[in-house]
């Protein structure tokens, strides 16, 4: 197969190296490795054992750049600053709230890269002159945000901050969900702050505006669905109950080898196909169930009756079904066609 060659994307994303999702996933794992990965306790206070994987994408190269394993007690703020070992200028990175650390951002600020992260509501907030800003006032004044202002009571990071509203019937449905869980007891203040998306980020609005900042971040949904093609499909929580703590280990860092090898030799190069010759877009979670049960189907068909029956094979059952709700591809596609429109304009 023909290599992964970069599209519409690379409007999108021209200017950065790489563009670097971070994001984790638990592996529940069998009781006895609970001295080696504590996991949560339930009501009972009974320990679980749960290993916590970090993976950091690139999906701009479609690649993986990094994957580490720690117990479940090694939180996402603990390893925010994990990603400046591998990280250089000109590189972008997407996180949720969770990696929010000021410290690490101003640290990815100096080494000359970027990143893009929802606003965490405990940071304190100045204005461009360090006077302190609140910002759900300015928000309930002005309706949205596209300003220069400072974070951290030390740093006085300079930041874009860049809010948009969500639909009330959103709002009301974050503001149930965040009730409802038992970890978090909002304030009134920050259940109104819910009523908008709020992003921090170095980027300058010459190359991304607020509405590409919102679409860009959605992207970040894609490391969900690499997390589902591990767990069902790879079988990345899959361990038979005589095996061994190193057993187990090897089995999950195989696995996700074979995870990456299959985003380099199957997925990324079947997507250029398909794309290319077919004008159709490969489904990951598709494929990764596709490949596990029969890639003993591919190998066997001679090569002489007809090269292309297997790519049209994958094509035809991997595909993404036709709906109105955009895929990944098609929601890449269409930013960046935006974006070669914005530059002709």
């Given at each position: 197969?023909?290599?992964?060659?970069?599209?519409?994307?690379?409007a999108?994303?021209?200017?950065?190296?790489?563009?670097l999702?971070?994001?984790?996933?638990?592996?529940?794992?069998?009781?006895?490795?609970?001295?080696?990965?504590?996991?949560?306790?339930?009501?009972?206070?009974?320990?679980?054992?749960?290993?916590?994987?970090?993976?950091?994408?690139?999906?701009?190269?479609?690649?993986?750049?990094?994957?580490?394993?720690?117990?479940?007690?090694?939180?996402?703020?603990?390893?925010?600053?994990?990603?400046?070992?591998?990280?250089?200028?000109?590189?972008?990175?997407?996180?949720?709230?969770?990696y929010?650390?000021?410290?690490?951002?101003?640290?990815?600020?100096?080494?000359?890269?970027?990143?893009?992260?929802?606003?965490?509501?405990?940071?304190?907030?100045?204005?461009?002159?360090?006077?302190?800003?609140?910002?759900?006032?300015?928000?309930?004044?002005?309706?949205?945000?596209?300003?220069?202002?400072?974070?951290?009571?030390?740093?006085?990071?300079?930041?874009?901050?860049?809010?948009?509203?969500?639909?009330a019937?959103v709002?009301?449905?974050?503001?149930?969900?965040?009730?409802?869980?038992?970890?978090?007891?909002p304030?009134?203040?920050?259940?109104?702050?819910?009523?908008?998306?709020?992003?921090?980020?170095?980027?300058?609005?010459?190359?991304?505006?607020?509405?590409?900042?919102?679409?860009?971040?959605?992207?970040?949904?894609?490391?969900?669905?690499?997390?589902?093609?591990?767990?069902?499909?790879?079988?990345?929580?899959?361990y038979?109950?005589?095996?061994?703590?190193?057993?187990?280990?090897?089995?999950?860092?195989?696995?996700?080898?074979?995870?990456?090898?299959?985003?380099?030799?199957?997925?990324?190069?079947?997507?250029?196909?398909?794309?290319?010759?077919?004008?159709?877009?490969?489904?990951?979670?598709?494929?990764?169930?596709?490949?596990?049960?029969?890639?003993w189907?591919?190998?066997?068909?001679?090569?002489?009756?007809?090269?292309?029956?297997?790519?049209?094979?994958?094509?035809?059952?991997?595909?993404?079904?036709?709906?109105?709700?955009?895929?990944?591809?098609?929601?890449?596609?269409?930013?960046?066609?935006q974006?070669?429109?914005?530059?002709?304009?």
């Open positions: 197969m023909q290599a992964y060659e970069p599209g519409h994307e690379d999108l994303f021209s200017g950065f190296g790489r563009v999702l971070q994001d984790s996933s638990v592996l529940p794992l069998p009781a006895f490795m609970a001295r080696y990965y504590k996991g949560s306790r339930n009501g009972y206070d009974t320990a679980s054992s749960q290993a916590k994987v970090q993976a950091v994408p690139d999906i701009k190269n479609r690649s993986y750049v990094k994957f580490d394993i720690s117990s479940f007690t090694r939180n996402d703020q603990s390893a925010a600053g994990d990603i400046l070992e591998i990280l250089t200028a000109g590189d972008v990175v997407i996180r949720d709230p969770g929010f650390v000021t410290g690490v951002l101003s640290r990815i600020h100096r080494v000359g890269a970027f990143f893009l992260s929802r606003y965490h509501h405990r940071s304190s907030v100045f204005d461009a002159k360090c006077v302190p800003l609140d910002i759900l006032e300015v928000l309930t004044r002005n309706g949205q945000l596209d300003t220069w202002i400072r974070i951290g009571a030390v740093e006085k990071l300079a930041v874009r901050i860049v809010t948009l509203p969500v639909p019937r709002a009301n449905k974050r503001r149930r969900l965040m009730r409802k869980d038992t970890r978090y007891c304030s009134a203040r920050n259940l109104k702050l819910l009523g908008w998306m709020i992003f921090i980020t170095n980027i300058p609005e010459e190359t991304w505006d607020a509405r590409q900042i919102g679409e860009i971040y959605g992207l970040r949904w894609r490391i969900e669905v690499v997390f589902k093609a591990w767990k069902g499909d790879f079988g990345i929580t899959s038979s109950h005589l095996a061994s703590r190193h057993q187990i280990e090897s089995i999950i860092y195989t696995r996700l080898i074979y995870a990456l090898l299959f985003q380099i030799t199957v997925y990324s190069p079947l997507l250029y196909l398909m794309k290319s010759r077919y004008k159709r877009k490969v489904s990951l979670i598709k494929l990764a169930s596709f490949f596990t049960r029969y890639h189907l591919i190998s066997p068909v001679p090569q002489s009756i007809d090269k292309d029956f297997p790519i049209e094979i994958l094509g035809y059952f991997c595909a993404y079904d036709k709906r109105k709700r955009l895929n990944y591809e098609d929601r890449l596609e269409m930013l960046g066609e974006k070669n429109d914005n530059k002709l304009s």
